[in-house]
């Protein structure tokens, strides 16, 4: 099992972008299935984006559509979550999950992610 480590999160402005990354140790990330999820105070944690183990399919929740990207490096062993144009309602702890799976579409639920980061908080001020 693999050990995750969020990082990059902060205060911004709307419309600023923000890069989050997430670190592996103790495994490779290859054959993991990755995402990112957000819990805003008082709600519970939700989806934002997911990606296949090789990549190849990638979902992102409606809001953050043409906003946010996410991506994988193998190199480095480090999953991303590139935040543009952010938005107030953007504001939320973010985690990064993973799962050793060869499902060949990245699952938005979170029970089915076995690992996860500590959370990065990013608060986006108008």
């Known amino acids: 099992q693999v050990q995750l480590v969020d990082a990059g999160g902060g205060r911004v402005q709307a419309g600023d972008s923000l890069r989050l990354s997430c670190s592996a140790s103790?495994?490779?990330?290859?054959?993991?299935?990755m995402a990112w999820f957000r819990q805003a105070p008082g709600k519970e944690r939700a989806f934002v984006a997911g990606?296949?183990?090789?990549?190849?399919?990638?979902t992102y929740e409606d809001s953050v559509k043409g906003r946010f990207t996410i991506s994988r490096d193998g190199a480095d062993n480090t999953a991303y979550l590139q935040m543009n144009s952010l938005k107030v309602e953007d504001t939320a702890i973010y985690f990064c999950?993973?799962?050793?799976?060869?499902?060949?579409?990245?699952?938005?639920?979170?029970?089915?992610?076995?690992?996860w980061g500590q959370g990065t908080q990013v608060t986006v001020s108008s």
């Open positions: 103790g495994g490779s990330l290859f054959r993991y299935m």
């Open positions: 990606m296949t183990w090789n990549g190849k399919q990638i």
């Open positions: 999950a993973a799962r050793r799976s060869f499902w060949e579409t990245p699952s938005a639920a979170a029970g089915d992610y076995a690992n």
